[in-house]
């Protein structure tokens, strides 16, 4: 079975441009996270989609940030125009359940802004 | 509100040492904790979690972690340390509603031979 996938792997932008982070969770599970590690930060709590509907989008930091889940399947996270504290890695996560004890994680993505 | 302390942002051991680190929680309810560990380039890993139960929770790779709600500490461990441990390692609580997940800073574990 394979794991969460994320692209990509690394991202070096400049301030003001626009960047589109995409993740795969594992299929079939209809619950996918998105989280953000500042440098030396701890990992934070962005948003939670159910399928394809926001459950909690209460740790996106401003309105430069659009998630979507199209189709419940693949989310997309895009930073519009980017600044340079949005540099940090982005993780996404997937459960099967609501309440299920386990988040599966990606390996992030790396983003730097300069 | 929950919360996760993690002291100590980076901790060296020798090959064969013991290995402990620290972890506290604070949660307004019962929590769910969890140690995850995340290898250079690689995503996070489950290493072992806390729900209900048997308060010493045993995970993979030989590692265990104690629940002590009186201390409010979800300390992890491993008697003896292999170069291969050398990652970092993250404590986390569960929210209440199962949404999030409240994460430490992190801790950078480098094995010494």
Redesign the interface.
């Known amino acids: 079975e394979a794991?969460?996938t994320q692209f990509p792997s690394h991202s070096v932008i400049e301030k003001g441009q626009t960047v589109t982070l995409r993740c795969d969770p594992i299929s079939g599970h209809d619950n996918l996270?998105w989280?953000r590690r500042v440098m030396?930060?701890?990992?934070?709590?962005l948003l939670?989609f159910v399928k394809e509907s926001k459950?909690?989008e209460s740790?996106m930091p401003n309105n430069r940030f659009l998630a979507e889940r199209t189709g419940g399947t693949y989310s997309t996270l895009k930073v519009q125009p980017a600044e340079l504290e949005d540099s940090g890695v982005y993780?996404c996560?997937s459960s099967q359940n609501?309440?299920?004890?386990?988040?599966y994680?990606?390996?992030?993505t790396r983003l730097t802004v300069t | 509100a929950q919360s996760?302390t993690q002291l100590g942002?980076h901790v060296s051991v020798s090959e064969g040492a013991l290995v402990l680190l620290r972890c506290n929680y604070s949660s307004s309810v019962p929590p769910?904790l969890?140690w995850?560990v995340q290898y250079p380039?690689?995503?996070?890993?489950?290493l072992l979690?806390y729900?209900t139960g048997a308060t010493l929770v045993k995970g993979i790779n030989g590692f265990e972690a104690e629940f002590k709600k009186s201390e409010t500490s979800f300390h992890l461990t491993k008697p003896s340390a292999h170069m291969s441990d050398a990652a970092e390692y993250?404590c986390?609580v569960?929210s209440n509603?199962?949404?999030?997940?409240?994460?430490?800073?992190?801790t950078s574990l480098t094995v010494i031979p």
């Open positions: 794991g969460v996270y989280y030396g930060k701890e990992i934070k709590f939670h459950q909690d740790g993780f996560a609501r309440g299920s004890h386990e988040q994680f990606g390996p992030g | 996760v942002s769910y969890f995850y380039n690689q995503g996070l890993q489950l979690k729900t993250f986390a569960r509603t199962g949404n999030q997940f409240y994460f430490g800073t992190g």
